[in-house]
């Protein structure tokens, strides 16, 4: 079973390679442009990044799994597909690989402030931003032990 040696960079270069990749460089309100660029843009098949957030100064991706081919690519799971795939992986128990350096380590943050993230509101009636899919790795500092958690708010 191959390793999956890619990150977000390397997944985002070969979407945009491939023409499913627009990127977006005006302002844009993260609460009525954006998201309505993203329905529009789901519908042409193409995922969105967004250089520049009011109220952000991070880029904003989305989209870039909408369609179930694009995450078959992130994935890199060939012909026998996603369910093939995530199959075989599930069966299996894998220890994390701890990196000393790397673009994982460019920015490390000893406080965490939401705000600055632009996290978008997707509806229109929406109570407010949300995060629509993440995932987290942590360890628990008494125990030892590493906890995997998924967030999908979707």
């Known amino acids: ?3 999956i040696d890619k990150d977000l960079r390397g997944y985002l270069k070969r979407t945009q390679a491939g023409g499913a990749l627009l990127t977006v460089e005006k302002e844009v309100d993260p609460y009525t442009e ?3 660029q993203l329905r ?3 519908k042409r098949g193409k995922a969105l990044m967004f250089r ?3 109220g952000s100064a991070i880029p904003a ?3 870039s799994l909408a369609l179930r081919p694009w995450i078959e690519t992130a994935l890199e799971c060939g012909d026998a597909g996603i369910v093939h ?4 992986r599930s069966a299996q128990d894998f220890s994390p690989v701890i990196s000393p350096a790397g673009p994982l380590k460019e920015v490390i943050e000893n ?5 600055q993230f632009p996290i978008l509101t997707f509806h229109e009636e929406d109570g407010g931003p949300y995060i629509t899919g ?3 790795i942590s360890k628990d500092r008494r125990r030892g032990v590493r906890m995997r958690a998924s967030i999908a708010c979707d």
Do not use: R, Y
């Not at 795939?85 to 075989?88: M, V, Y």
């Not at 406080?111 to 705000?115: P, Q």
């Open 1 to 3: 079973m191959a390793k």
């Open 34 to 36: 954006a998201p309505s």
């Open 40 to 42: 529009g843009a789901v």
């Open 52 to 54: 520049n957030v009011a």
């Open 61 to 63: 991706v989305g989209n």
């Open 85 to 88: 795939w995530i199959g075989q």
């Open 111 to 115: 406080e965490v402030v939401l705000e």
């Open 134 to 136: 993440g995932i987290g």
